[in-house]
Antibody
């Protein structure tokens, strides 16, 4: 069974940093691209970032470009999102999601339970 | 690519059928995905590539369409089908984009 477990969310002040992690199991991690998707409280879904199977193909939403960094450690079956210069508008649930393929153009076929990031003074 | 879902909210009774629409601002071939999000839960995959049910999804759920117009149909509605349904495209990655969602209420 595919499992994606996010951690690292919490309350942080504007301008500070936070690092999210996603521990995966139930599939061969380095065969698949991964994504981060966020959901503003009570609102819809917004794609944040994608990384292909080996980290060689990465993309970011314009709203986070230059502030967030996606990475992965295939040896540890883990996905990360380093979030710097956080803003109140980054407050959201952050979901780790799995692509159906090694490249990021596959469909999103599995979701984690999400971790809440709150940016507030 | 902008995805526009309609209606925003749909209220139906158990046993009825629901038809949810998703329209893309430009052609995306068959590369449209539907996700279901129940209250307090993470989204989950329902349909990929317009018409393929994900593992474990009942046959009551079906998808159709190609190009710019897509439909999710749910027959024999059950109370557990109450959720927000999102369409999502991957043709134009990056970015991946989602529709704004259709809230389905079963009363």
């Amino acid at each position: 069974e595919v499992q994606l477990v996010e951690s690292g969310g919490g309350l942080v002040q504007p301008g500070r940093s936070l690092r999210l992690s996603c521990a995966v199991s139930g599939f061969t991690f380095d065969d698949y691209a991964m994504h981060w998707v966020r959901q503003f409280p009570g609102k819809g879904l917004e794609w944040v970032s994608s990384i292909n199977w080996n980290g060689g193909d990465i993309a970011y939403a314009d709203s986070v470009k230059g502030r967030f960094t996606i990475s992965r450690d295939n040896g540890k079956n883990s996905l990360f999102l380093q979030m710097d210069s956080l803003r109140p508008e980054d407050t959201a649930f952050y979901y780790c999601t799995k692509s159906s393929s090694a490249g990021p153009r596959g469909w999103l076929d599995s979701w984690g339970q999400g971790t809440l990031v709150t940016v507030s003074s | 690519i902008v995805l526009t879902q309609s209606p925003a909210t749909l209220s139906l009774s158990p046993g009825e059928s629901a038809t949810l629409s998703c329209r893309a601002s430009q052609g995306i071939g068959p590369y449209l995905t539907w996700h279901q999000q129940k209250p307090g839960q993470a989204p989950r995959l329902l349909i990929y590539d317009a018409s393929n049910r994900a593992t474990g999804i009942p046959a009551r759920f079906s998808g159709s369409g190609s190009g710019t117009d897509f439909t999710l149909t749910i027959t024999s509605l059950e109370p557990e089908d109450s959720a927000v349904y999102y369409c999502q495209q991957r043709t134009n990655w990056p970015p991946i984009t989602f529709g704004q969602g259709t809230r389905l209420e079963i009363k």
